[in-house]
């Protein structure tokens, strides 16, 4: 509910918008069941929920590739318009349009980015809009059958469409590099695609420049192979609607009407399928940089990966943070537990407890240990403590050991028999019902 309007309010002043936070942080306290003194790093590392304003930019940021990627928008025009932007810069207490302040957010990797408009006018149904596909390997799959079966099964497909010329075609994607290309009778062709360019669309761009290459040599019978099945699936559905796929379409209908014969055909990559091998590698290393428009939903993609670096830089800065260490990388951690249970492992990974930190609400001297006079900390109480050792090694096995190893992705199995067994578990627990009713109480002040 939040998130909704954003886009519009989102220019509002930062004493405004920093209103919105404590009603965040207080929801975020409340899933999570964490003690009210936790720091808000912490609530939006362990609940896999960004900040307010880090959701603010990311959708208002995709709006505005989204704006870009429709040539009839309304709001295209003024976003394009940079006349103004001289007059806000000269004016900093002045908020800038729209388009301004997107263009401050988003770093240069993206303001160079062109993107795929949607032209898209529907097909009369008399028209067919769909391309169907052929697999030679029937109910062989992959996973369940040797390669050289496989390869028979090829061969045996290619000897019926001996008539057809082969043309294999691949996309490639790695951390730093995005390639396309296509084989056949001989020739190799490949590009060099953005960096923000989807394995998906790398696939499909591949088979538009084969299919230029086939209009190109007037190759009036040929086969396109792929070893992408959601690609033959994308062309044979009829209410796609990828901008990409379109001109695929729009181009097999072009030959069609020329008097080509073409078809579609699923092969299965690393089996030793020559031409899919060669189409392969080459798109692995292809270095002719291809310029090309970028559909909207890889912009977006590339959005919410910027996106959560931002947030994965700001995380990594917080090295005091208790919760770090047990989760250095942001993720979202599934736990099957009671809620109880839940409650305690989330106050104790982020390390404030009603047993540790209560004496913050009381304006008390921090609480030591009954048993050796140290600071009673969440990491005395699991690793530190030397008083209960042997119960350590009764359920742990091991007195040496990290929080990582009782606290993380999946806690430890006997984690809470042993809080129950040195009688802290319900000290942990204690105050979540006086924080429910705390949070219902602020809820109707602030109505």
């Given at each position: 509910?939040?998130?909704?309007?954003?886009?519009?309010y989102?220019s509002?002043?930062p004493s405004?918008?920093?209103?919105l936070?404590y009603v965040h942080?207080q929801?975020?306290?409340?899933?999570?069941?964490a003690?009210r003194?936790s720091?808000?790093?912490s609530?939006?590392?362990e609940?896999?929920?960004?900040?307010?304003?880090?959701r603010?930019d990311?959708l208002?940021?995709?709006?505005?590739?989204?704006?870009?990627s429709?040539?009839?928008?309304?709001l295209?025009g003024?976003?394009?318009?940079?006349n103004?932007?001289?007059?806000f810069?000269?004016?900093?207490?002045?908020?800038?349009h729209f388009g301004?302040?997107m263009r401050?957010?988003?770093?240069?990797?993206?303001?160079?980015?062109?993107?795929?408009?949607?032209?898209f006018?529907d097909?009369p149904?008399?028209?067919e809009?769909?391309?169907?596909?052929?697999?030679?390997f029937g109910?062989?799959?992959k996973s369940?059958?040797n390669n050289?079966v496989l390869i028979?099964?090829?061969?045996?497909?290619r000897q019926?469409?001996?008539?057809y010329?082969p043309v294999?075609?691949?996309?490639?994607k790695?951390l730093?590099?995005?390639?396309?290309?296509f084989?056949?009778?001989g020739?190799i062709?490949s590009y060099?695609?953005?960096?923000f360019t989807?394995?998906f669309?790398?696939?499909i761009?591949a088979v538009?420049?084969a299919l230029?290459?086939?209009?190109v040599?007037?190759?009036r019978?040929?086969?396109?192979?792929?070893d992408?099945?959601s690609?033959l699936e994308?062309?044979r559905s009829?209410s796609?609607r990828?901008p990409?796929i379109?001109e695929v379409?729009?181009?097999?209908?072009?030959?069609?009407?020329k008097g080509?014969?073409?078809?579609?055909s699923w092969?299965p990559?690393h089996?030793?399928?020559?031409?899919n091998?060669?189409?392969d590698k080459?798109?692995k290393?292809?270095?002719?940089?291809l310029t090309r428009?970028?559909v909207?939903a890889?912009v977006q993609s590339a959005?919410?990966?910027?996106?959560?670096c931002q947030w994965?830089?700001k995380w990594?800065?917080?090295t005091?943070?208790?919760?770090h260490?047990?989760k250095?990388?942001?993720?979202h951690?599934?736990?099957?537990?009671?809620?109880?249970?839940d409650?305690?492992?989330?106050r104790?990974?982020?390390?404030?407890?009603r047993?540790?930190?209560k004496?913050?609400?009381?304006?008390e001297s921090?609480?030591t240990?009954?048993?050796?006079?140290d600071?009673?900390?969440?990491?005395?109480?699991?690793?530190?403590c030397?008083?209960?050792?042997r119960?350590?090694?009764?359920y742990?096995?091991s007195s040496s050991?990290?929080l990582s190893?009782?606290?993380?992705?999946i806690p430890?199995?006997?984690?809470?028999m042993?809080l129950?067994d040195i009688?802290?578990?319900?000290d942990?627990?204690v105050?979540l019902?006086?924080?429910?009713?705390?949070?219902?109480?602020l809820v109707?002040v602030s109505l």
């Amino acid at each position: 509910m939040i998130d909704y309007g954003s886009v519009v309010y989102g220019s509002a002043r930062p004493s405004y918008l920093k209103r919105l936070d404590y009603v965040h942080h207080q929801a975020l306290r409340l899933c999570l069941g964490a003690f009210r003194a936790s720091p808000i790093p912490s609530l939006y590392a362990e609940a896999f929920e960004p900040s307010l304003s880090s959701r603010r930019d990311k959708l208002s940021l995709s709006y505005y590739f989204r704006i870009l990627s429709n040539d009839n928008h309304p709001l295209r025009g003024t976003l394009l318009n940079g006349n103004n932007n001289r007059l806000f810069n000269a004016r900093p207490s002045c908020i800038p349009h729209f388009g301004l302040r997107m263009r401050n957010i988003f770093p240069d990797t993206f303001h160079d980015v062109k993107i795929h408009t949607n032209d898209f006018c529907d097909h009369p149904p008399w028209m067919e809009n769909s391309i169907s596909y052929i697999n030679p390997f029937g109910n062989f799959t992959k996973s369940d059958s040797n390669n050289s079966v496989l390869i028979s099964l090829f061969n045996q497909h290619r000897q019926f469409f001996q008539s057809y010329q082969p043309v294999f075609t691949d996309g490639s994607k790695s951390l730093n590099h995005v390639g396309c290309a296509f084989f056949t009778n001989g020739h190799i062709v490949s590009y060099n695609l953005h960096s923000f360019t989807s394995v998906f669309s790398s696939e499909i761009t591949a088979v538009y420049f084969a299919l230029k290459y086939i209009d190109v040599h007037d190759i009036r019978k040929s086969t396109l192979y792929t070893d992408s099945m959601s690609l033959l699936e994308s062309l044979r559905s009829s209410s796609t609607r990828n901008p990409l796929i379109k001109e695929v379409k729009d181009f097999y209908r072009h030959l069609l009407s020329k008097g080509a014969r073409i078809l579609f055909s699923w092969v299965p990559s690393h089996v030793g399928i020559t031409g899919n091998e060669l189409a392969d590698k080459s798109a692995k290393s292809a270095t002719e940089f291809l310029t090309r428009p970028i559909v909207y939903a890889d912009v977006q993609s590339a959005v919410n990966q910027w996106c959560h670096c931002q947030w994965q830089e700001k995380w990594n800065m917080e090295t005091n943070n208790k919760l770090h260490v047990i989760k250095p990388v942001l993720s979202h951690w599934v736990t099957k537990l009671n809620r109880r249970c839940d409650v305690v492992l989330t106050r104790l990974r982020i390390g404030h407890t009603r047993l540790t930190h209560k004496y913050l609400l009381f304006a008390e001297s921090p609480p030591t240990c009954s048993h050796c006079g140290d600071i009673l900390t969440v990491k005395h109480i699991l690793t530190d403590c030397v008083a209960v050792n042997r119960r350590r090694l009764r359920y742990f096995h091991s007195s040496s050991f990290d929080l990582s190893f009782l606290l993380g992705q999946i806690p430890h199995f006997n984690l809470f028999m042993y809080l129950k067994d040195i009688g802290v578990f319900h000290d942990i627990l204690v105050f979540l019902s006086f924080e429910l009713i705390s949070f219902k109480f602020l809820v109707l002040v602030s109505l």
